[in-house]
């Protein structure tokens, strides 16, 4: 038998039976023997409690020391004499609906004893509509139909002498439903309400006040209201709780007229959060549903209860006495204010039919100004990471209830971040460096090509390695978790200041990416930090700001519909979850108007539930803005930990969180899940067993003295210090920078190079840094522009690295034509370039190479996306002199080439952010010691005004005062790059598409064969709701279906390296609009001898070959024929086949 646990108890009630029995007995008993209404519509005649004839109650399910009393008047006034069974309503938390779902348990485990599942009456459901089903998972995680279960075994047992004779239950989970949807759910439940056998309790708190809920509505009088800001003093009169108790009121008069369109347009007018509203509704419409001239009962409030009086707006950090801080604390966090309770009177009812609506595709921004809350967060299982679990369980069982808040919260340390260490249990601390490309905080180590350029190689195995090789530097440097990798941004808009380091815009090519570089970290025992989660595509405005009146302007709102986040955001994500990265970092921004740290539809909800992600949420630096919320909603780790960045108190945690803690705001079980959420991959990755001491050079660039320090870390000393450069890691940054070169143009056989005798070198790209090679990258790296004089091998921010060296183009171009024998003649001034021409080079060049770039850092978003510093002045000036230009551009991309069609320029060359041995992986690609493979991760437009920009600026937004102004509608959904070119027929707008790449050679694709995996037909299904959920979503997702093999061949006279792309079409099989049609969702890089030919074979898993239902909310695969293209890049696909 399956019986639900009762996954609250101990928490948010009592898990002792007779402590329990004794509490609700208490509470019952202080209910009086009759009441008036509380409402003025209800106050003129007597109640008697219990009601005779009441069989449905609105009763709240926030945790009994909260709404304990309250609930009470609803439970006693149930007439219990003829019930047979009990619809329990209650409103989904963590679980996504669109409509009703229900249980597949058999029974509900209470302390006090279980009760038992109407197996019948849910079946009959089934048949009537579509309900979903919960899983066993889902149903325990929901706390709005637990925490009645106590009550109702409670009452029960006073109305029955023996439990065999209790009613039966029929639990329903109730989704966020339109009119429409509560309306055909309602009908359903009618007839049911005609049964004088049936009892209906539904599961309602009322009002979410508060910042945390984006809910802050005043009525300063009838008529006169506002939304209160965090800069606001607390008015006086009405005082905050009484203005909710007024709005809840307009509420509760709508429900006691018995109108369902009544209510709804209360809700609409005031925005009331009601949380149990949508089960308010579905009863409210069956009422409705119910014949003329039938006696439909009354509404009738009896009770409500306030538990906390709201003084502000906002969470509050203040650091006073734990008395006074933590009042202010709790009544601006905690998620209820309102308990209410009431009791309905049914009579003979009858009941009619209706449809369900589609959903309207339509952008309706109202629709995405507020993120569903769902709590609590979910707890791990240490699924995948069994032995790990068990040694972090045994270790969470030593600390105290200090040392358990301090390994969440971040302290001063000889890293970037640090978490404390417990030198009685032989713990360390963990130490967090930056990044992306390199450890950024440390001498002697490497940096590494950025992240575009990885993707630029469209190499699996390339992913992988640059992982491996960074997380042996981590690790060597003392650095238990890497900030990295990157998907976050995806790429969205190519103004993006830190696109370049993430892999691409596709979430696919993107998805591989990041799951190659986890597993390549992580294989030597350095945890990986997947970031930003999520939605975090442009760097304007991604931390709140202060307006010239000292309004506080909250972070741009990044709001994206279901679909697109599944699709496109959430994608890379799942990747990143599946293969075990250890941390999520959540981001600045807001999404759907909560932050990103506080936002638990994607904590809890995508994250934790969906993905079932077993590791830790990480903040931002500094992307805390509250306390209790930011734990409630399914943050694990505070960083740095204090409110500065210099000092980790005041915090919003430490201290404080300890306080809720003890005072009950937040159970103690939460910040257990926490802490076993961190120690379970430093136990996984066996980084408890001699992990090498923090170097000493790095904690001395953390710029944080070890006088500030709160503990004694374990720190090398000098003579230890770890100098990383080897020739090995050289040759590999050498080799992966070249192999990720992209050989755009190529006319009239201009490269490869065949030692030319006289070589001009032209442009500000192409020497050594002006202010040295730290001053602008690393030492100071939030700058808008960098050097005007020097190339580019890393862009700017927290995501650089720090150089030991650099091999610019000039000093290897250098070594090459020394070598040669060839005359070398150089200008490297810009402005003198295109000022006053290059008629001091003489005699004329054989090949002028022109080096130009594109600054991009973290901080700011891009200006322009030409060629910076007049570059395509530069080109063209030297171009008038020079048949034979070739130009090559560093820095992030994408990057328009306005010069592409001038014949004079023979050759073009997207060379990024490569890394220390730019200019040697440089000049192996011009003089063909290596053949350039590298191909387009992202679109080349022919100009900027083809593409719609979507990064949210303005001189208005600028200048706002309003603290909600900044807002970026993803209206575009899955239609960026370059799926937005072709699903606006826009692709003659392309200079060079996606995944388009040259090579000295040639390469042919044929004999394309697919086949299925299994002979189980899944066109038109979801997965099974029965399978397994393992971290990155259902297993079924991640089986292959099919296989797709094509024969690639060199038809070239040299080596080269090949790279098939397989795209498929779902848009056209019967995948709903809003649905691409053509996604990458295969690649490989092949190499090849000359005239030598290879079978390559793509695997497309479940996910690859679904589309996201958003009324299933599930993946679901069309029902059509699915359209599969192979070619080498998504305009050249050349051979076509069919998954049957």
Not at 45 to 61: E, K, N, V
Not at 290 to 314: D, P, Q, T, Y
Not at 648 to 661: D, M
Not at 918 to 944: C, E, K
């Amino acid at each position: 038998m399956s019986v639900r646990e009762a996954s609250h108890a101990g928490s948010w009630y009592s898990d002792s039976k007779s402590q329990l029995s004794a509490q609700l007995e208490q509470w019952l008993n202080a209910v009086p023997a009759s009441t008036n209404g509380i409402r003025p519509g209800s106050q003129t005649d007597s109640i008697d409690i219990p009601s005779a004839g009441a069989r449905a109650i609105i009763a709240p399910h926030a945790g009994y020391a909260y709404s304990g009393p309250a609930a009470a008047w609803a439970y006693k006034a149930l007439d219990l004499s003829n019930a047979k069974r009990i619809f329990l309503l209650g409103p989904s938390h963590h679980y996504y609906l669109t409509g009703c779902a229900l249980s597949k348990c058999d029974a509900y485990e209470t302390p006090l004893g279980d009760l038992q599942i109407d197996k019948e009456t849910v079946s009959e459901l089934r048949k009537k509509a579509n309900f979903d089903t919960m899983t066993q998972t889902q149903d325990e995680e929901e706390h709005s139909l637990e925490m009645h279960l106590p009550y109702i075994y409670k009452v029960l047992s006073k109305q029955f002498s023996d439990p065999s004779e209790f009613p039966t239950l029929v639990p329903i989970l109730v989704g966020a439903t339109s009119a429409a949807t509560e309306r055909q759910f309602g009908e359903i439940l009618a007839p049911y309400l005609t049964d004088p056998t049936s009892v209906f309790i539904i599961s309602s708190d009322f009002c979410h006040w508060g910042s945390r809920f984006r809910y802050t509505y005043y009525e300063q009088a009838p008529g006169q209201v506002r939304s209160l800001r965090s800069s606001d003093k607390p008015p006086s009169s009405p005082a905050i709780h009484e203005s909710i108790a007024a709005i809840d009121g307009y509420c509760m008069d709508a429900v006691e007229t018995k109108s369902h369109e009544k209510f709804l347009d209360i809700l609409e007018e005031t925005g009331n959060t009601v949380c149990g509203r949508h089960p308010i509704g579905v009863v409210m419409a069956a009422v409705e549903a119910l014949s003329l001239g039938e006696a439909k009962g009354k509404f009738r409030f009896i009770s409500v209860g306030l538990w906390r009086h709201a003084n502000i707006a906002v969470d509050l950090p203040v650091p006073l006495s734990p008395s006074g801080a933590m009042r202010k604390y709790e009544s601006a966090v905690r998620s209820n204010l309102f308990a209410m309770a009431s009791a309905i009177n049914f009579l003979a009812l009858l009941g009619v039919a209706a449809s369900l609506v589609s959903p309207t595709s339509a952008w309706d921004h109202s629709l995405y100004t507020t993120s569903p809350a769902i709590l609590p967060s979910p707890n791990t299982t240490g699924i995948g990471w069994e032995d790990a679990f068990a040694k972090a369980k045994d270790f969470l069982a030593e600390l105290t209830l200090e040392e358990k808040v301090a390994m969440v919260t971040g302290t001063t340390g000889p890293c970037p971040g640090a978490i404390a260490p417990v030198e009685r249990l032989n713990f360390t601390g963990l130490c967090l460096q930056d990044g992306p490309l390199a450890i950024r905080q440390a001498v002697y180590a490497n940096v590494f090509p950025a992240g575009v350029n990885v993707a630029s190689t469209w190499d699996r195995n390339a992913f992988y390695k640059r992982s491996e090789y960074m997380g042996k530097e981590f690790k060597a440097k003392g650095a238990q978790i890497a900030l990295t990798p990157v998907v976050g941004p995806l790429g969205r808009d190519p103004y993006g200041g830190r696109n370049w380091e993430g892999f691409s815009p596709d979430p696919y090519l993107s998805g591989v990416g990041v799951e190659e570089s986890v597993w390549g970290i992580q294989d030597v025992g350095v945890q990986a930090t997947t970031k930003h989660f999520i939605g975090n595509e442009q760097d304007t405005q991604r931390n709140p700001s202060t307006a010239a009146d000292g309004t506080t302007i909250m972070s741009l709102s990044s709001n994206i519909d279901d679909k697109t986040m599944h699709e496109s955001y959430l994608w890379p994500f799942a990747n990143a979850v599946h293969a075990g990265t250890a941390s999520v970092m959540c981001s600045y921004n807001r999404i759907n108007g909560s932050y990103g740290c506080q936002n638990s539809k994607t904590l809890n909800g995508l994250l934790k539930t969906e993905l079932n992600f077993q590791g830790f949420v990480m903040s931002d630096w500094g992307a805390v803005h509250s306390g209790v919320a930011t734990i409630e909603s399914g943050l694990d780790m505070n960083m740095p930990g204090g409110i500065s960045f210099s000092t980790p108190s005041p915090s919003y945690w430490g201290e404080n969180a300890t306080s809720a803690v003890t005072n009950g705001t937040i159970p103690e079980s939460r910040i257990d899940d926490m802490v076993l959420r961190v120690l379970t991959p430093y136990f996984h990755l066996g980084q408890d067993k001699d992990y090498p001491k923090v170097d000493a050079y790095s904690a001395t660039l953390n710029g944080k003295a070890a006088s500030t320090w709160l503990y004694d870390f374990q720190v090398g000393t000098e003579e230890e210090v770890v100098d990383l450069r080897s020739e090995e890691t050289t040759q590999f940054i050498r080799e992966s920078a070249a192999n990720g070169t992209i050989l755009l143009k190529n006319t009239h056989g201009a490269l490869p190079l065949k030692a030319p005798k006289n070589v001009g070198v032209f442009g500000s790209a192409a020497s050594e840094y002006a202010e040295g090679l730290y001053s602008l990258i690393g030492g100071s790296p939030f700058k808008p522009y960098d050097s005007k004089q020097g190339t580019l091998a890393s862009g700017g921010g927290s995501g650089t690295g720090r150089f030991s060296h650099v091999v610019t183009p000039l000093e290897a171009i250098k070594a090459k034509t020394k070598e040669d024998g060839s005359l070398l003649q150089y200008m490297l001034d810009n402005e003198a370039i295109t000022q006053y021409g290059t008629s001091a080079i003489f005699p004329n060049p054989d090949v002028c190479l022109v080096f130009i770039k594109s600054w991009a850092t973290e901080g700011y978003d891009r200006e322009t996306i030409y060629p910076e510093y007049n570059g395509t002045g530069v080109v063209n000036t030297v171009a008038s002199n020079c048949n034979n230009t070739v130009v090559i551009h560093y820095g992030t991309g994408p990057t328009l080439f306005p010069f592409a069609s001038n014949p004079n320029v023979t050759a073009i060359i997207a060379a990024h952010f490569p890394g220390q041995e730019s200019g040697n992986s440089l000049v192996d690609v011009l003089y063909g010691a290596v053949n350039p493979s590298g191909h387009l991760p992202y679109t080349i437009p022919v100009s900027d005004t083809v593409f719609p920009k979507t990064l949210v600026n303005s001189t208005a937004l600028v200048e706002t005062t309003d603290p909600d102004a900044w807002q970026a509608d993803f209206t575009e959904g899955n239609m960026i790059d370059y799926r937005y070119y072709i699903a606006t027929n826009k692709t003659s707008s392309v200079l060079y598409p996606f995944g388009f790449g040259l090579s000295y050679t040639t390469f042919t694709v044929s004999d394309l064969v697919v086949e299925s995996v299994s002979d189980a037909a899944i066109a038109g299904t979801t997965p099974s709701a029965n399978a397994t959920i393992l971290p990155g979503g259902n297993s079924e997702l991640w089986a292959a279906v099919y296989t797709a093999n094509v024969t690639v061949s060199n038809t070239g006279d040299v080596a080269g390296a090949a790279v098939p792309q397989l795209y498929l079409n779902l848009l056209d099989a019967g995948a709903p609009a809003g649905t691409p049609a053509w996604q990458l969702r295969g690649f490989d890089r092949v190499d090849l001898a000359p005239g030598e030919s290879k079978t390559i074979g793509f695997e497309l898993l479940r996910r690859d070959v679904s589309y996201w239902d958003v009324v299933a909310q599930d993946w679901r695969v069309p029902e059509g024929e699915i359209k599969v293209e192979v070619g080498f890049s998504v305009a050249e696909r050349t051979l076509s086949a069919t998954l049957a």
